[in-house]
Each structure stands twice: as structure tokens, then as C-alpha cells.
């Protein structure tokens, strides 16, 4: 079974800086492009940045480009999202994601982990 | 960015009904359009990818059809688990969700 635990989230203030993280099991890790969603009770569903399965290739919303950056460590089965210049509509749950296509980044969002609440406010 | 606008924002039904969600892009996105579903205080789950395709074990009283610009969720003798929420993507470009249909039991 697939399992995306993500982790990292919390309360951070304005300007500041989180670091996400994400334990995949139950797939072959490194087969996958892998991507981060947000969402808001105001915004709804966000894309926020995807990474392919080697790394190779980063992609950003422009919301966040400059102050995040998607990363991987295929040995570890893991993906991290480090967030810097947190700003207030940073706020929101973010979740780790599995694309559906062995070795495409495709968009096809599936399946998505229980996701981490990032809360930005002084 | 391609704006996606879903109809209507809520809706409600009764368990035995059938449902259809519509779902339209700003501009054409050929058939590279995604559904999921969403219960409270759970992650989303892929229902319909390419517009039309069934993902793996969701039961077929779903099914999604359409292209171009205009598509539709048809949900056919709703079931209790099938009050939540609905979200229509596109992949053609950066994606892009719609803001939701809200299922609720009549």
C-alpha cells in the first residue's frame, strides 16, 4: 500500500523559514515525479511544485517561486519542500503527492498523503 | 493561468439520485482534465483522469465525460459515501483546480 506521511509543518512567523519533508513507502520511490499541493479554506486546491524522478527537472508556482525548493532523496524515499520567506498566505495545509505515471511528470495527482498544517503569522 | 470554473458551488441530493457536476476552463485544455473526490478531514482522491478514464477501483457509477473547454462528473445512484466534495484539475498548462462542488445529503 502507498503511504505518503508528510511532516515539518507548524507555526512559523512572517519571514521566516520550514522545512516539509515526506516518507514514501510502499512504491518504487525513485520511479515518480513527486509534487506538493497546499490548500486553503479561502483559496482552495494549489498547486505549489513538482520535482521529477531523478530531480532533474523542479517546476514552481509563481506564488512561491524564489522562496521555496522542492527536493528529493531517493535512497531515503524521501521529498522535502524547504519554505523561506514564509509570508501570511503561506498559511495553509500542504500535502505531498505521487504523480500516477511510472517515470512522467503528468500532473495525474494520486494518491496524496494526510498533509501537514504550515500556520505563518507573528 | 487557465482559470477552471466548476457549477454548482454546492448541491444537494438524495442517496439513489443522480448527480452531474460541470466543470469549465478559460480556454481549451483538451481532454487533460482530472476529478477528485474529497470527504472532511481527508486528502483527495484521483476519481477520473483524461476526462473520461475510471482510476483503479472507483466504481463505476462514476464517470466523466467531455473536452475542450466544457466537461461533467456524472455520479449515478448516489451512495452514502458519495456526499463530499468535488474538484475538477487540468494538466494542460501549470495546474489548476476548480473551487469545488459541495455534495450534501437532501
Known amino acids: 500500500e502507498v503511504q505518503l506521511v508528510e511532516s515539518g509543518g507548524g507555526l512559523e512567523q512572517p519571514g521566516r523559514s520550514l522545512r516539509l519533508s515526506c516518507a514514501a513507502s510502499?512504491?518504487?520511490?525513485?520511479?515518480?515525479?513527486m509534487h506538493w499541493v497546499r490548500q486553503t479554506p479561502g483559496r482552495g486546491l494549489e498547486w505549489v511544485s513538482s520535482?521529477?524522478?531523478?530531480?532533474?527537472?523542479?517546476r514552481y508556482a509563481d506564488s512561491v517561486k524564489g522562496r521555496f525548493t522542492i527536493s528529493r532523496d531517493n535512497a531515503k524515499s524521501a521529498l522535502y519542500l524547504q519554505m523561506d520567506s514564509l509570508r501570511v498566505e503561506d498559511t495553509a495545509f500542504y500535502y505531498c503527492?505521487?504523480?500516477?505515471?511510472?517515470?512522467?511528470?503528468?500532473?495525474?495527482?494520486?494518491?496524496w498523503g494526510q498533509g501537514t498544517l504550515v500556520t505563518v503569522s507573528s | 493561468d487557465i482559470q477552471m470554473t466548476q457549477s454548482p458551488s454546492s448541491l444537494s441530493a438524495s442517496v439513489g439520485d443522480s448527480v452531474i457536476i460541470t466543470c469549465r476552463a478559460s480556454?481549451?485544455?483538451?481532454?487533460?482534465l482530472n476529478w477528485y473526490q474529497q470527504k472532511p478531514g481527508k486528502a483527495p482522491k484521483l476519481l477520473i483522469y483524461?476526462?473520461?478514464s475510471l482510476q483503479s477501483g472507483v466504481p463505476s457509477r462514476f464517470s466523466g465525460s467531455g473536452s475542450g473547454t466544457d466537461f461533467t462528473l456524472t455520479i449515478s445512484s448516489l451512495q452514502p459515501e458519495d456526499f463530499a466534495t468535488y474538484y475538477c484539475?487540468?494538466?494542460?498548462?501549470?495546474?489548476?483546480f476548480g473551487q469545488g462542488t459541495k455534495l450534501e445529503i437532501k
Open positions: 503527492v505521487k504523480d500516477s505515471v511510472v517515470g512522467a511528470m503528468l500532473y495525474w495527482f494520486d494518491p
Open positions: 510502499g512504491f518504487t520511490f525513485d520511479d515518480y515525479a
Open positions: 520535482i521529477t524522478w531523478n530531480g532533474g527537472t523542479t
Open positions: 480556454q481549451s485544455v483538451s481532454n487533460y
Open positions: 483524461a476526462a473520461t
Open positions: 484539475q487540468q494538466r494542460y498548462s501549470t495546474p489548476t
